[in-house]
């Protein structure tokens, strides 16, 4: 059976991802990362999900990269910015060269195992500018990949996919509810609670309660405050 890696965060893109790569024949051997955020909340949830989609295996790599502080995502003394629906800089939510490191502990993973493509979440529509989501940037890192790796030399180079590039956060709600995505243990929130309440109040959670509205779908998350008062 051909073997697929699944960057797993326990979020809508990454569950959908799984979802997607299940439908297209792969066994799912999905990763998660412990890489210092502000909490475990989503790796709960990527844990519930990948025992609930029955994946070949999941695994939860420790890597150190929230020691460089950098990001409101892994420094407590910097405040996670309110949601905006319009947004032209890099907000400081963004964690420099996450998906480098993600993606190459990934492709790693993927030779090793004889896996032949990896599925990430990234996506260029509802995104908060982060420079590595950018379809410039998948194209880059899989040239790399090909260059980089025993199987690339062999002309059996492993595949980066992300098949959510060109959704919208609600195009993808939708694309899941059809392939049977449960949405209701997924967690997106940069500030959750530990038992996975979202905050409502941040970029992630101002695009998610967006993409389920215009979805047209009741919205599953379980919020700190009512969604009335989001």
């Known amino acids: ?52 989609e029955k994946c070949h295996q999941h695994q939860i790599i420790d890597i150190s990269i929230g020691n460089f502080g950098g990001s409101a ?12 629906a319009i947004r032209k800089d890099i907000p400081t939510t963004y964690v420099p060269a996450r998906n480098t490191v993600f993606l190459s502990i990934a492709l790693g993973y993927a030779e090793t195992i004889s896996a032949t493509a990896i599925f990430c979440g990234i996506c260029t529509i509802d995104y908060s500018n982060y420079p590595d989501c950018r379809p410039e940037y998948l194209s880059a890192f899989n040239k790399m990949a090909h260059l980089a790796t025993a199987v690339g030399l062999k002309q059996q180079p492993i595949q980066v996919y992300a098949p959510l590039l060109y959704l919208t956060k609600a195009e993808t709600i939708t694309l899941g509810q059809t392939l049977g995505v449960d949405y209701t243990t997924t967690v997106s929130c940069y500030a959750a609670t530990s038992d996975g309440l979202a905050c409502g109040q941040c970029d992630s959670c101002g695009i998610r309660r967006e993409a389920f509205k215009q979805a047209g779908i009741n919205d599953p998350t379980r919020y700190v405050i009512s969604n009335n008062d989001c």
Do not use: W
């Open 1 to 52: 059976m051909k073997k697929a890696v699944i960057l797993l965060s326990g979020g809508i893109d990454s569950t959908t991802c799984l979802a997607i790569a299940k439908h297209r024949g792969y066994q799912s051997h999905a990763l998660s990362f412990n890489y210092g955020q502000r909490h475990n909340a989503e790796l709960d949830a990527a844990k519930r999900i990948a025992k609930r």
């Open 73 to 84: 995502l892994v420094d407590t003394n910097q405040n996670i910015p309110a949601y905006s």
